[in-house]
């Protein structure tokens, strides 16, 4: 089945604890992006990748860093975590830039205390 | 600059009414892609409808349907004869030729029975 799954569903970690979200597609595409969705601003782009070891800054990446080492994993990482980061985490994979829209992972819900 | 417009913060309807909810967007780009996706209570993201700019032919889908309008730059989407089930918050974006997706901040919709 194609998907993107995303790791952990729910995660509570406490402030400064560096945590890592992972994401992996299994259908070769190219574009990934991991959004986050906070009630009243709807979804906010954080990073994206074009493709391996081409990664890029959404509207939101500050506090956060992502990598491309392959193609299907795009995983998310929280070096020093504050509860202003607690939110619904999405990644997203496209066959490619622009018009093909998204599949999305089913979200991770991060609680920062 | 893009930007989706959903003006509509929550709509209330009761069960085999029609609703339908508005989304206006910007862009100077001639080529553009229009999305709708649905988010129900379990949290995930669901692909509705995918539009490019140059197709401006309304689309059905069941009880879904589509008005596509560049004079106004709207993209609204019809539910006809509503049903519990469909009680989400509905999300309307639109993707340039670059690399970005614009999401507006969602319709949160409520089916009475």
């Not at chain 1, 980061?85 to 990644?91: A, K």
């Not at chain 2, 700019?53 to 309304?58: A, G, K, T």
């Not at chain 2, 918050?89 to 319709?107: H, I, R």
């Amino acid at each position: 089945e194609a998907q993107v799954t995303q790791n952990p569903r729910y995660l509570i970690t406490v402030t400064g604890k560096k945590l890592t979200v992972t994401c992996s597609q299994n259908m070769n595409h190219e574009y990934m992006s991991w959004y986050r969705q906070d009630p009243g601003l709807g979804l906010r782009q954080i990073y994206y990748s074009m493709n391996v070891e081409v990664t890029d800054k959404g509207d939101v990446p500050e506090g956060y860093k992502v990598s491309r080492k392959e193609k299907r994993n795009f995983p998310l990482i929280l070096e020093s975590p504050s509860p202003n980061q607690t939110s619904l985490y999405f990644c997203a994979s496209s066959l490619s830039r622009g018009g093909y829209g998204y599949t999305f992972g089913s979200g991770t819900r991060l609680t920062v205390v | 600059a893009q930007k989706v417009t959903q003006a509509q913060t929550e709509i209330s309807v009761v069960e085999k009414e029609d609703v339908t909810l508005d989304c206006v967007y910007e862009t100077r780009d001639t080529t553009y892609y229009l999305f709708w996706y649905k988010q129900p209570p379990s949290g995930e993201l669901v692909f509705l409808i995918r539009r490019n700019s140059f197709d401006e032919q309304n689309e059905i889908s069941g009880r879904y349907s589509w008005n596509f309008q560049k004079s106004t730059s709207s993209f609204n989407f019809t539910i006809t004869a509503s049903q519990v089930v469909d009680s989400a918050v509905y999300f309307c974006a639109l993707s340039d030729t670059g690399n970005q997706f614009y999401f507006g901040t969602g319709t949160s919709l409520t089916v009475i029975p």
